[in-house]
């Protein structure tokens, strides 16, 4: 993205919120910059929480990358890469 | 390869970080199809990561991506275009918008062209700037030009709620917003269009949650994975697509749990409800898709840039030669399009897909002009070198 344009609409970057600036405003770092972000679609941000900024928007906190069926699809990819490999040997 | 203990302990540590996971879910992936398969990326982000990234070099010869009509600037129809541009005519008109609509071009002119001739147009990279902008120069009409889906609704209609609490008169919006689930279906029913699986937007997803496409793989048969905007991201919903064909299921899979959450944002929904009633609307290429759309409610009609202006959008036809909406629908790759790279180039778009970093005419200027990939000798780039 560069500066002051949306390159990418649909694109969300994950920042961490810094400091509260009063009602539904917050300061909030991605790397190296920091910015005002507005966190009215979200019901309750801390201190501290990665949130997905869209369009100047928190629009959801970032969690751990971890499911039933994320582990379900590593499983079956792990069985059949290691069948590649084994035929390879 | 790295040694059996070291990918063990990187597999359980954090598989996204693991240098050699993803040469196993390509390996994957060519073990498990066993048939020609396409998929859509229905977001225009997963296009740009799916191109620089390279994973379309990877795949097996079978397995075809085709881009789908998720990029918003892109969608936006010629008439919603020139609206835009015509309604700085009026006296006192400002318009804000995100970047990329500056240069679409429209039936006369465009934003950015309208700009050099010293009306005034803004860039912003959020709805609340445009109020801001409003709030400060109260002598102005604000028209912000609000497109993109549902991850970019909520936050007008957290911005229309903001002005109407403020008491802010001189701002309004075109309301240009567009639903993603109604165009899927109406992709879906295309009888000159054949997709085996979709990778789901996930930053729509975020906002909508699980249920929106669940009619998707119940209703028609078709393989949905949600998928985030990394590259191993992008190739995990791949092969999760090709081995739900091999194991002759059609599920919805979300993948990109760490920011979707099965109910979606409920918050951002609800500011939807509040401010926008569902409406028929018109995407470029694929024609008027009812209830794909978001209107203003009555209570906001004030707002309403159409009905405050009392004006008609009117239904000019797409510039002369140009196959965006072709390329929207999935019905060719920017290869086939007569324009593509030559009179038609991100210097001088004639449509909104050049324009857009999001569009695939974008995309493929930039990294695929020559073809599929280095060894896949696209029959598409064939029929452009012969022309």
New interface residues.
Partial sequence: MSEGVIDEMCLAVPHTIEKFLGENKALANTGSVQVEVRTDLLDSVEIGDTVLVHAGFAIEKLEKDDSIELRALWDEIYQYAEQSHAKVR | ?PNRAMQKSD?KSN??KASFTA???I??I???ISKPLTFMEV???HT?SIFRSGIRSLLPEELSLVSGP????CVTDQGEIDCAIDILDMPQITVAT???MLRVPGTKSSLSERKSEGKDVR?V?????ALSIAENNPEREVVFLA???E??A??TA?TVLEAREKNISNFSILSYHKQTPPVLEQLVQDPDLKIDGFIL?G??S??LGHNAYRFIAQKYKIPCAIAG?EPMDIL?AI??LV?QHANGQAVL???Y?????PEG?Q??LS?IDRVFTPCSARWRGLGEIPLSGYMLKEEFSSFDTLLRFQITLTSPPPPAGCRCGDVLAGHIRPLECPLFAKRCTPMTPVGPCMV???GSCSAYYKYNRGGESPWKKSHLATEVADD
């Fill in positions: 390869m597999k598989p996204f040469q196993h879910v390996e994957a060519g073990q498990r977001c225009g982000t740009v998720g990029c918003p600037v995100y970047g990329d860039l990279t959020s709805a609340a700037q497109v993109g889906f991850t970019t909520p936050a957290a937007p930053h729509v975020v906002i905007f995990l092969a999760d081995f899979h979300s993948l749990p760490r920011a979707v959450r944002n918050k951002a500011m857009s970093s999001e």
